[in-house]
Each structure stands twice: as C-alpha cells, then as structure tokens.
C-alpha cells in the first residue's frame, strides 16, 4: 500500500487532475490483495480505484473495476452486492448478474442473464 501510495505522489499532475495510471495502479493493488486473501483491503482498495478512475473520466478503467468488484462480492458470498453492480450496467456484465443470479439460486433469472448476455 506504501508504495502505491509513493506511486500516486510521483504521478500526480501539477494541475492537480489525476492521471489514468493511479486508477489503474489502484486497480492492479486490488488484484493483488484478494489473490493474497486479504478480502476486505482487496474490497477498499477496489473502491479506491474506482473513485480515482472516475476522478480521471477513465470509463474503461471505472468498468473494469466495478467487474472486479462484483467477482470479489460473488467470490465472499455477497451475491446481492454483486448483482447490484451488474445491473448497473447490463450490456457489460451480463455474466456477472447471471453468476450472481446463480448463487442466488434464482436457476429461471440465471438463465435469462445468459440469454441477454449472449445477444
């Protein structure tokens, strides 16, 4: 985390704007914990990189984040969090809502997320 942070200092704008790289940073950060099995620094590190990612317009970045998030929520049994997210923007997670749905156990609402997601 220290050097992340270290990181974000040396890459910050004179103009004060934040660059892409520190939401990419953050997001990298984020991986990195949950394969370490900190789960809930994974969690805030996530949401840190989905704030500087919407702080610098980087929409790619900001849906790659919110992806990895909802893997995370699935991933510690927080299936309801993670459809939240997917259903914020359905044409690009339409397998994270029917994962979700799955661990739900809505089998029908699992099926349709499929179908839409294939289209």
């Known amino acids: 985390m220290r050097a992340l942070?270290?990181?974000?200092?040396r890459l910050a704008c004179s103009d004060g704007s934040v660059p892409d790289t520190n939401g990419e940073l953050a997001e990298l950060a984020g991986w990195l914990l949950h394969d370490a099995g900190q789960h809930d620094a994974a969690r805030a590190m996530n949401y840190e990189?989905?704030?500087?990612?919407?702080?610098?317009?980087?929409?790619?970045?900001?849906?790659?984040?919110?992806?990895?998030?909802?893997?995370?929520?699935c991933f510690t049994g927080r299936p309801a969090a993670a459809l939240r997210i997917a259903r914020s923007e359905p044409v690009v997670f339409g397998w994270s809502e029917a994962r979700a749905l799955a661990q739900l156990g809505d089998r029908a609402g699992c099926l349709r997320a499929l179908d839409r997601a294939r289209d």
């Open 5 to 9: 942070r270290a990181a974000q200092r």
């Open 49 to 73: 990189a989905l704030h500087l990612a919407r702080l610098a317009g980087d929409r790619s970045t900001e849906l790659l984040v919110l992806n990895n998030i909802s893997y995370l929520d």
